[in-house]
């Protein structure tokens, strides 16, 4: 029976409400759709008192001040909304960003040490990113690191303004 709680304690489909993208290039667009297919792929996630699930996650942006949650089963019908400040993540977005540009920049024609290091630093601001995600839903919503990771890509994604 515990098997069964953890085995639907899952998202099988996430959306982003992406109304206020611009535009994206080719590099996001394929982090974009690895971190939805892994995401989808596996993942852990129980919201506390939701009622089983699988659930439905459509993430959003509202004021441009929180980071929305809006929990869904199976069916579409609304089971939970958690909401993170957004401030929480903007710095650490910014800093990934820029590490990101340098790395994208540095395998064109950088020595491997350069992207090597580089790479480093973008894998410890997405750890720094997911693991900052996880401890503000603490008590709210359960998620493994792995999926913390690849909501915090999502959640890098909805940040991008064109």
Known sequence: ??????SRARVVDIELDDRLVVRRGPEIEHEMAVAIYDLLEDNRFEPAGAGPGPYKVALSIRDGRSLVFDIRDEEGAGMAEEVVPLALFRRIVKD?????ES?????KNAPPSRIEALDMGRRSLHDEGAELLRDNLEGRVRID???ARRLFTLICVMHIRG
């Open 1 to 6: 029976m515990a098997e069964d709680r953890v």
């Open 96 to 100: 990934y960003f820029t590490v990101c």
């Open 103 to 107: 790395y994208f920049a540095a395998i």
């Open 145 to 147: 690191g792995e999926t």
